[in-house]
Every structure is written in C-alpha cells, then in structure tokens.
Nanobody, 115 residues
Framework: QVHVVESGGTLVQPGGSLTLSCEAS????????MGWYRQAPEKERELVATITSNRTPVYADFVKGRFTISRPYAENAVYLQMNSLKPEDTAVYYCKIQTLRDEWWGQGTQVTVSS
C-alpha cells in the first residue's frame, strides 16, 4: 500500500508565495511520475505540474513562469513552489504518484489566495 500526504496549504495574499510539500511512502518501484493537480469549487480537477523519476518536469500553461516543481533524488517527495499567486489559484491541491501499473492520490491541501 502507498500513502500520499500533502502539506503546506494556507491562506495567502495575492502576489504572495507558498510552497506545497508531498511525500509518498510504501512500495514504489521503478519509473514513476509525481505531480500536483488542483480542483476549484464547481470545476474539474486539472493538472498543475508533474515530474518524473528522471526529474523531467511538465507544467500547465497557466502556471509557467510562476510555479516550480521539484523532487529530491532518492526520495518519493515532490514540492511545488508557487509565486505571484492569483485569486484564481484558489483550489484544493492534490498530489499524485503514478507508476506503470497504478496510481495513488493524497487527500489534498487547501490553498486560498485572497486579500
């Protein structure tokens, strides 16, 4: 069994910065992708950024230049550095780890961008 836990969500003012953290524990073997997704009220869940176990990142267009995803070597952890936050970034942010055979989600962490 794999457990995924996110942390770091909070209330932040527009223009501010925030870092989300995610750790996955359990039997994770081989190539995998860790990523961040978000879901705003009454909207579908959408991809924010992903990074492979080879450290290749992919970003959604709406976060390019503002968010940075990173992943330490030898750890199943992923971080999302968010800068220049906007009210439309308000959402529950979910972490996911996906292998060639399965995927696991965290419970999510709330990010609210408001003055």
């Amino acid at each position: 069994q794999v457990h995924v836990v996110e942390s770091g969500g909070t209330l932040v003012q527009p223009g501010g910065s925030l870092t989300l953290s995610c750790e996955a524990s359990g039997n994770i073997v081989g190539f995998n992708v860790m990523g961040w997704y978000r879901q705003a009220p009454e909207k579908e869940r959408e991809l924010v950024a992903t990074i492979t176990s080879n450290r290749t990142p992919v970003y959604a267009d709406f976060v390019k230049g503002r968010f940075t995803i990173s992943r330490p070597y030898a750890e199943n952890a992923v971080y999302l550095q968010m800068n220049s936050l906007k009210p439309e970034d308000t959402a529950v942010y979910y972490c996911k780890i996906q292998t060639l055979r399965d995927e696991w989600w965290g419970q999510g962490t709330q990010v609210t961008v408001s003055s």
